[in-house]
């Protein structure tokens, strides 16, 4: 069965990938180039207007520019103009990972595929890849939300114990602040995009409900020994993605 799971090495689970992207590299393109027209009209509307927070923050977990991301602390409030230009985005960004999932099933089965047939596929599967899509934003926010609440306990407890210990006053502890939340919330987001791939292959593959999948996800995410593997691929590709 060619869809049976095993756990697998960092180094053998990137390679696989990679080898599977290239030997199939023109259909993958395919599939791409439907969300393609929306990123860059995206992208041409983030260097011509300053964007809100929310969609800085967007913008820089789909990896369209960098930039946006590391300053999406200093928007202003969410516009209605904003929510036209990135919804459609989000949506597309969407089914183009729908139809990524149902060509890494056909490559790993050893089946030809086509990128205008998968596409097709996950256009007919959309509305459980809409409602996926909007509970894991719901999720990444709830999340980031906890992230930054913790962080900011965590320093000022830190910062207390600095002060006890006649290392300083208050404040200067304080300062280690966005450091902290930083770091909570990359842990938070490598967590929240392993899941959400885990929950997309279910919803597109199996048929399952968001809220099943995505449950499913993250029990299998902490409980195989995949985390620190899975991460460590996220972060490669993250790297690889501001690099190209």
């Known amino acids: 069965n060619m869809d049976t799971l095993r756990p697998l090495g960092f180094g053998e689970l990137f390679d696989r990938a990679i080898t599977l992207y290239v030997r199939n590299i023109f259909a993958f393109i395919g599939m791409a180039l439907f969300g393609l027209l929306p990123m860059v009209l995206f992208s041409w509307y983030s260097d011509s207007r300053q964007l809100s927070t929310g969609a800085r923050l967007l913008e820089g977990v789909f990896h369209i520019s960098p930039s946006a991301s590391l300053s999406a602390a200093t928007g202003h409030a969410l516009t209605g103009t904003d929510l036209f230009v990135w919804l459609p985005l989000i949506a597309a960004d969407s089914i183009v990972y729908a139809a990524i999932c149902i ?3 056909a490559a790993r089965r050893g089946e030809p595929f086509a990128a205008a047939e998968c596409l097709k596929r996950a256009l007919q599967l959309w509305r459980p890849v809409m409602r996926l899509a909007v509970a894991s934003i719901a999720l990444f926010t709830g ?3 906890a992230a930054a609440i913790v962080a900011a306990i965590v320093t000022a407890i830190g910062a207390g114990v600095f ?3 006649g ?3 208050f404040s200067s502890g304080m300062r280690l602040m966005p450091l902290v939340i930083g770091a909570f919330v990359l842990v938070v987001s490598a967590c929240w995009i392993v899941i959400w791939n885990f929950a997309l292959f279910d919803v597109v593959l199996e048929g399952n409900r968001v809220r099943k999948s995505i449950g ?8 195989r020994g995949l985390f620190w593997r899975l991460v460590a691929i996220w972060a490669c590709s993250l790297i690889m993605s501001y690099l190209a």
């Open 143 to 145: 999340l980031f939300v």
């Open 103 to 105: 060509g890494v099933r």
């Open 167 to 169: 290392g300083g006053n």
């Open 163 to 165: 002060v006890l210990l």
């Open 216 to 223: 499913t996800a993250a029990r299998r995410l902490f409980s």
